[in-house]
């Protein structure tokens, strides 16, 4: 099965605080990309970062950062001294290519709430 | 979004009526791909086009439910005799290239906002 599991739905921090969102997938491709895209409550899809399945060095941007694990089948979100522009939800996707298509599948997604 | 425009952005219908959304991808992007959000909920696949072709429409309700992408013009999502669970937010994305390409990033519009009454 391709699947995607964000197990935390809502997550509530105060601002400054780190966190970190969960995120892990299911795939028996052997090359394949990650995704993790932001929905702010205006409502528009922010893309964030795009990984690739044989790049396991972890990216920073900013106070974002990504740790991309292989062996667990996880790609884990956190942001360092979150805001509270950064309340949002947070969806992690699977790229899946099947019999000549194509198509995304998105986690069920985590509310993040950044309390001033 | 990169240029990918949906309209409307708010729709209201009322329960039996027909909705039609469309979607029109920047030049040169000729997949297109159509997602379902429904309340609280993940993003779902529904269908993908290419130019008058149809190549997965696995995700998509077996009636009531149609999308065309024509040589000319924006892909239609086209839900006919609409029900109050169809209320959702659709999205579409767009690509300029197909599966078989190492890789191909998906543009996504704003999304249309559908209400029934």
């Known amino acids: 099965a391709q699947k995607v599991t964000q197990a935390q739905t809502e997550i509530s921090v105060v601002e400054k605080e780190d966190v970190t969102l969960d995120c892990v997938y299911e795939t028996r491709d052997t090359t394949y990309y990650l995704f993790w895209y932001k929905q702010p409550p205006s409502g528009e899809l922010v893309f964030l970062i795009r990984?690739?399945?044989?790049?396991?060095q972890n990216e920073i941007s900013g106070r974002y950062s990504w740790n991309f694990q292989k062996s667990t089948s996880s790609f884990n979100f956190t942001i360092t001294a979150s805001q509270v522009v950064d309340s949002a939800v947070y969806f992690c996707?699977?790229?899946?290519?099947?019999?000549?298509?194509?198509?995304?599948?998105f986690g069920q997604g985590t509310r993040l709430t950044i309390n001033p | 979004n990169a240029g990918v425009m949906q309209n409307p952005r708010h729709l209201v219908r009322r329960r039996g009526q027909e909705a039609r959304l469309r979607c029109s991808p920047m030049k040169g992007h000729s997949h297109v791909y159509w997602y379902r959000q429904l309340p609280e909920e993940g993003l779902k696949f529904m269908v993908y086009l290419q130019k008058e072709n149809i190549i997965d429409e696995s995700g998509m309700p077996k009636e009531r439910f149609s999308a065309e992408f024509p040589k000319e013009g924006p892909s239609i999502l086209r839900i006919q005799q609409v029900v109050r669970g169809d209320s959702a937010a659709y999205f579409c994305?767009?690509?300029?290239?197909?599966?078989?390409?190492?890789?191909?990033?998906?543009?996504f519009g704003p999304g249309t906002r559908l209400t029934v009454l």
């Open positions: 994305a767009a690509s300029s290239r197909g599966p078989a390409a190492d890789y191909n990033e998906q543009f």
């Open positions: 996707a699977l790229r899946v290519v099947l019999q000549g298509a194509q198509k995304l599948v």
């Open positions: 990984r690739n399945s044989f790049d396991e």
